[in-house]
């Protein structure tokens, strides 16, 4: 219930009536709306200045205090008619009954800047001297708004000082204008309302983008400003990027301060050893682990943050191709799979890194198949223990064969030979990981046409890490995975180690020996045709090549013939497995299998091979001896 009182001391009036302009200056009375009350102008209260006790101020003066304020934890004891002359929210509020159990009279909930900026707006009220800089100045104009500091209570209100301090000092300085930026992050939702926030990034941007030039280098007079404007929020730092493209800036210089605000605050994703062998890479095990983007903090912050920075810093990036390198593009993937970015923002990222999928290289493509949890710790996602996401890696390539196929370029390009070595180095790191199925292994293997690799070492590294990481894959798994690598693209060096390779089928061994002699033979016609400058005997050098091709083509399927044969012998032995003992079976039973074994074709054939190689050495030194001597003749 409001009452209206007059006190021989001070003053107490009704908060709901609203000061009006004196009538004259002789008979030293105020009029309000709703009453009239005499107060002498002696007793107008003045303060000489706050003092504080405890978690109290009290405005020290003769005319005792008749009103206290709760502002969060502190309270303030002052008079009522300096505030409710100059402010309008205390003219219009109603307050609680004096028999009220509250230590207060009035609290204020949510109010801008708190204690200190309320202390700074009493000292206004009371005429006391006050200092507007670029810090304060923000909270002050958001607490003179929400307490109608306006110009109908009285000329020259706080509303029209701090609107002219912040539009005439603080706009004019890009160093104040990032100072009152960074207080605004406190002051939502009343710093939008006043457009405090939409100003200040305008300053910012055409500041940034007065001095931009056309040349494609970006210099160091044009990226002066990336430091500053790294060090404020996300949604700050995307309204500024967001002016910037619209003024027109360079993607390249965009891109450059998105990189630069992303390498900041964006956690980095790195492979640690540790000493546990969870996947069994020898004595150590290979793990993710998060690393803060924020140097000058000590934790990695929530993983709510962390998503909306990435979906903010996707949302800002110009469309340009040369805007951002791929290796930024596979780190904000990282960070955006890690942290459950939204699909479609995973999405968006996958494509324009299979744009520029030429520059990548194999770390870029080596993406954790973790997500962070909420302290931010890695914990398995959906994908499957492995330790790489291969799906997201496996939708990059379609993307750029995508990319390929439009661009309607039917001649192998460089791009796509690059992209061929690019594959086959990651499947050469992720073969290492034991919980990778071997038929996502083959898939991605199989992902470019036959045309896109000219040589298969490449691949064959691989197959064989694989092969060696997992030891209990069954023959037909071997025989279906080694299907994928052409054995003719194979070189020399590679053919004389997968002769000798005990990992590999029978089969795959067959073909390499066949192609390793093809080369051979090969490059032996091939350096007879360089050395002899007699077209006749080209002809001649190829026409024996043709025959000797028939050749090796006849003794091939004397091998299949044979390879038939050990496959008989092998069904024998098998049955006599079966009824033979345990006892049998580790002394008697295995030896008669490999003595029958080396009684085979197939034996014979690997003995008749190596004399065979060593005849064709015999021939090719006997062969430079001979045109050494034409060379001396001639």
Not at 117 to 135: A, Q, R, V
Not at 414 to 423: R, Y
Not at 564 to 587: C, F, G, I, P, W
Request: charged share 25%.
């Amino acid at each position: 219930m409001q009452q209206d009182l007059v006190t021989n001391t001070g003053y107490n009036m009704k908060l709901s009536i609203q000061p009006q302009s004196p009538a004259s200056d002789s008979d030293c009375t105020h009029h309000f709306q709703n009453r009239n009350i005499v107060v002498p102008e002696k007793l107008i209260a003045t303060a000489d200045g706050f003092e504080k006790k405890e978690h109290s101020w009290f405005a020290m003066s003769q005319i005792p205090t008749d009103f206290s304020i709760q502002v969060q934890d502190v309270t303030f004891y002052a008079h009522k008619f300096p505030l409710v002359s100059r402010c309008g929210y205390f003219g219009r509020i109603e307050l609680q009954p004096q028999n009220s159990n509250l230590d207060c009279d009035l609290k204020l909930e949510n109010f801008p800047g708190g204690a200190e900026t309320f202390e700074i707006i009493l000292k206004f009220c009371y005429g006391l001297p006050i200092s507007l800089n670029p810090s304060n100045i923000a909270p002050l104009r958001c607490a003179s708004e929400f307490l109608e500091m306006t110009e109908e209570l009285e000329d020259g209100n706080f509303i029209s000082k701090t609107e002219a301090f912040f539009t005439f000092v603080v706009l004019s300085s890009w160093k104040d204008s990032i100072t009152v930026l960074k207080s605004c992050e406190t002051l939502s939702p009343w710093a939008e309302n006043i457009q405090i926030v939409r100003r200040c990034c305008d300053s910012i941007a055409w500041k940034a983008s007065r001095e931009t030039s056309t040349t494609q280098e970006i210099t160091n007079e044009e990226t002066w400003w990336f430091d500053d404007v790294a060090t404020l929020r996300i949604d700050h730092f995307t309204r500024i990027i967001t002016a910037l493209r619209a003024k027109g800036m360079r993607p390249e210089i965009v891109g450059s301060c998105i990189m630069q605000y992303g390498e900041k605050w964006l956690p980095r994703l790195d492979i640690e050893m540790d000493g546990i062998g969870r996947f069994g890479y020898g004595k150590h095990e290979l793990q993710w682990s998060i690393t803060s983007g924020r140097r000058q903090e000590g934790n990695i912050g929530h993983t709510k943050e962390q998503r909306t920075i990435i979906e903010s810093l996707v949302g800002i990036l110009p469309p340009q191709k040369e805007a951002v390198p791929c290796k930024f593009l596979s780190k904000m993937l990282k960070v955006a799979i890690v942290y459950s970015a939204s699909p479609a923002l995973v999405s968006e990222l996958e494509k324009r890194i299979g744009l520029v999928l030429e520059n990548a290289n194999v770390n870029d493509l080596l993406i954790p198949s973790y997500t962070a949890g909420d302290q931010g710790e890695l914990v398995s996602s959906t994908e499957g223990p492995t330790m790489h996401n291969i799906n997201v890696v496996q939708r990059i390539l379609e993307y750029f064969l995508l990319y390929e196929q439009q661009q309607q370029q039917q001649q192998q390009r460089p791009g796509t030979l690059a992209i061929s070595k690019l594959l086959d180095s990651y499947l050469a790191e992720i073969a290492k990981d034991p919980n990778l199925p071997v038929t996502n292994f083959q898939v991605l293997a199989e992902s470019l046409s036959e045309n896109a690799r000219t040589c298969d070492d490449g691949l064959y590294r691989a197959i064989d890490t694989y092969l060696k990481t997992h030891p209990s894959l069954t023959e037909h798994e071997r025989r279906r995975l080694c299907k994928v690598m052409d054995c003719e693209k194979l070189s020399l060096d590679a053919c004389a180690h997968a002769a000798q390779n005990d990992r590999l089928p029978l089969r795959t061994v067959i073909q390499v020996l066949f192609s390793e002699q093809v080369k051979l033979r090969m490059e032996l016609q091939g350096k007879n045709q360089t050395e002899s400058g007699d077209n006749s005997g080209q002809e001649v050098s190829w026409s024996s090549t043709k025959k000797e091709v028939s050749a090796l083509k006849a003794e091939l399927e004397k091998v299949k013939l044979q390879m038939a044969e050990l496959h008989r012998d092998y069904s024998e032995l098998q049955q006599e497995y079966e009824k033979l003992t345990v006892k049998q079976r580790n002394s008697s039973g295995w030896t008669f299998g490999w003595r029958k074994i080396r009684k085979s074709a197939l034996f014979h054939t690997r003995m008749a091979e190596e004399d065979t190689d060593e005849s064709h050495n015999r021939q090719i030194q006997k062969h430079r001896g001979s045109l050494r001597r034409r060379q001396s003749i001639a």
